[in-house]
Each structure stands twice: as C-alpha cells, then as structure tokens.
C-alpha cells in the first residue's frame, strides 16, 4: 500500500467526520485489519495490539471458533428484534458466573446499560442521588459525564460535567467521592443515606486497585442505608476471572453492568442483578414502578453468539492463568527497564489491566494520577507507538494471542521508552 494511505483516508475523514475520527481514540491512527493479537493500519504498518478495541477482543482478533459461530448466525438471521435463542442461552450462561445477577436485560453498550442502572436504583427506592467516585468512567450518560476527567479538583461531593449540554439539575443529583476512602464515604452516607439511591463503582477505578476492605465498607454502607450497590463491571467481567471483579474482590453488589467481552467484539451489553430489582423490567409486576427499556438491537443474535463462543473458550481450564501470565510478563518488563531511567514510577492495576503511572506516590485515587509526571507519561506513550505498540493513553489490555513474539517485540519497545524517558 502506497504511503499516500493515510492522507487519502484522512482527507476522507476529516470531510466527513468532526475531528476526522469516531472519537474514541487518536484519529491519526486509521486501522485496516487485525488478526490475533496485532493490528495493520491503512500504510501497512503492522502494531503489537494492547488497544484490543478498548477491551473485548480478549480472544484476540478474528479467533476462529468465534468468527465460525457468527459466520453459522448470520445465515440463519442478523436481528429479529423478537427474544431469540442464542440470546437466553447467553443470558444463562452470564447469570451462572456473575454471583449478583438472577435476571438480566441486554442493551448495545455499556454506556447505556450504566444509564439504566442508574435508573434502575432511583426507580427501585424512590430516592434522587446517586453517588460516583471521582475519575471513574460509567458512559456518555448525564450522570456518566459528571467528574471523569476534571479540570479543577473541587470540594467534595461536588460534581463537574466533563460536557457542555448537561442541565444544571443533573449536577445536582450526582455526588462525588473519592476513590479508597473509607472515612469520607462514611460520612458522606451520615448526611445523605437517606436520600442515595445507589452507588456506582469500577471494582477496578480505571486502573485503581481498591485497598483492602474499601468494597466491603461500601457494600456495608449501602445495605445499612437500603441504597443499591451497583458494579460497573463492563470492563472487569469476565476479564478479572469467570466471575468478575465480583468474584475477585468477594464483594457481590445488587446490580453489575458488563459489556466488552460478553459481545466478543459485537455490541452487547447487559444489566444484570437480584430478582426484585430487575423486576421493574416487567411492567405486569412493576406496576407504576416499571422501567421502560427497548432496544432494537438489544441481545442480537449474532452480537449473542459471537459472546457466547468467547465465554466458552474463556471456560476452559487455563486461560485466566495464561492471561494472567502474560500481564505479569509485561508488568517485569517495565519495572526492569523503567527503574533504570531515575524516574520514579508506579505500575498500577491489575495483572489483567494495567499501566505507568510517573510518580513517587502510591496511587490510591485519581488526584494521585492528576498530579503525576505527564512530561515522562507522554514520552513512554509516544515511543511506545513509534515502536509499533498500540496502546491507550493509560491502559494496558493484555489478551490471550498474544505469543513470544509480540512480548518479545514489547520489550523492545518498552526499552525504547525507557530510554527517551532517561
């Protein structure tokens, strides 16, 4: 393919798409294929993928057996906008894994299955407020957007909207926390329990670990104050362990969201939780209480199938090991090299999900990553890329194909940085 590619694809996009990208990730990158754990962009450029489509191609991609069970779907029906069957039995396999989940509803991303969680906990208790922790991503919904990603660190509870457009009365709804502190959240609950409807939390903030016994305060919190505890587990599920962060961190919220690796790469995803709550789903027990949920591609079939062969493979005996292997792999490579350069850094997350963080402080919160070495940050990401590693900007998403050869490739790449960075 001729260099001129990626201009000609850009010229394309710009004229058609505001920003010249789907915004989700840098524009300049323009992807053609990937197979297995690598990806070509429109130039031929080959990457070492830890992008991964922000997670769910945890198998890698076009793995054979999931592309084969869509491949069979797609002749037998795309969508029916009815219940189907490879739907109920996706369901069923979700409610077997996931400790919190006796009912589920399918919606397309897990954007919006956060957004009717959230719906789901006021319509359940009656109650106005929901509670978030600063720096945590749950969607592009109102209450979603509120503290992601701010620009000034204000007070807490207040919120911030991380977008022009959000009315002034959704601020006031949303409460916001910081991550991994019991003492705050105990407080917070004293003065407002009465009024929390719920409260949404990564079992994993990002790339945040929580400190021993932080989920249980809060699960303990909500059970006191007959608020909902919800997981949004569009990330962690099925990534952590069969059973999610849930399982991980034995804590079982009341409602969990999951995405990403339920669909295998198509768009799925779900709410899942206790019977009594997601009975508002059912206008016929409901009543006034019923929560209205429509989707037209809710629990495709072929989205259904294509999750359903993933979470199988995911089922057998070693994957979770191998996966996890492979993160520590690479979480090696980068204390060896990094420690060499004088920077003081922290790796931080979970074997299954990780990255650097340039700072000489324990990350604990998104304060701590606010006020870290960004200089160093954005020296590691750019040589990273010019050393064919695809990566996001904070987030490292190891997957199941990759082999010796892409980590040996990591290495090299993560040696590169740690170089520029010294």
């Not at 919220?253 to 690796?261: E, Y």
């Not at 209480?289 to 062969?309: F, I």
């Amino acid at each position: 393919m001729s260099s001129s590619s990626k201009k000609k694809w850009s010229d394309r996009a710009n004229a058609v798409l505001p920003a010249g990208g789907f915004g989700n990730f840098d524009s300049s990158v323009i992807i053609e294929r990937g197979e297995g754990a690598r990806v070509w962009d429109v130039d031929g450029n080959e990457y070492v993928d830890f992008l991964i489509g922000s997670g769910p191609m945890l198998l890698g991609h076009g793995h054979p057996e999931v592309v084969e069970a869509v491949e069979k779907q797609l002749k037998d029906g795309f969508t029916f906008f009815a219940t189907s069957t490879p739907g109920i039995e996706l369901a069923e396999m979700i409610c077997g894994a996931m400790a919190c989940a006796d009912q589920l509803r399918f919606v397309s991303t897990g954007g919006e299955a956060d957004m009717f969680a959230m719906r789901l906990a006021r319509a359940f208790t009656g109650r106005d407020l929901i509670v978030k922790f600063e720096g945590a991503y749950h969607g592009m919904s109102d209450e979603g957007q509120m503290s992601l990603k701010p620009g000034r660190l204000l007070n807490f509870p207040n919120a911030e909207p991380d977008s022009a457009g959000i009315l002034e009365g959704v601020r006031d709804s949303v409460l916001v926390a910081p991550w991994n502190d019991k003492e705050y959240m105990s407080q917070l609950f004293a003065e407002h329990g009465d009024r929390i409807a719920g409260l949404i939390a990564e079992p994993l903030q990002r790339i945040i670990p929580p400190q021993d016994g932080f989920l249980q305060h809060v699960r303990d919190l909500c059970t006191a104050n007959d608020s909902i505890l919800i997981f949004d587990e569009v990330v962690t599920g099925f990534r952590f362990a069969w059973g999610g962060g849930q399982e991980k961190y034995g804590v079982t919220p009341d409602i969990c969201t999951l995405g990403k690796t339920i669909g295998g790469g198509m768009p799925l995803a779900a709410i899942a939780g206790r019977q009594d709550i997601m009975e508002l789903f059912d206008k016929k027990i409901a009543g006034k209480k019923w929560l209205m949920q429509v989707g037209t591609l809710s629990g495709n079939p072929v989205a259904s199938v294509a999750g359903l062969k993933t979470l199988e493979v995911l089922s057998r005996p070693g994957q979770y090991e191998k996966l996890r292997g492979i993160g520590q792999s690479i979480k090696t490579m980068l204390s060896e090299a990094l420690s060499k350069t004088g920077k003081p850094f922290q790796i931080v997350g979970d074997d299954t999900l990780f990255d650097v963080i340039f700072t000489k402080n324990p990350v604990r919160d998104y304060r701590d990553t606010f006020h870290a070495d960004k200089k160093s940050q954005a020296t590691y990401n750019k040589v990273m890329r010019e050393n064919w590693i695809l990566k996001p900007g904070a987030k490292i998403y190891p997957c199941l194909a990759i082999t010796d050869a892409e980590l040996k490739q990591t290495e090299i790449a993560i040696r590169a940085a740690a170089k520029a960075i010294r």
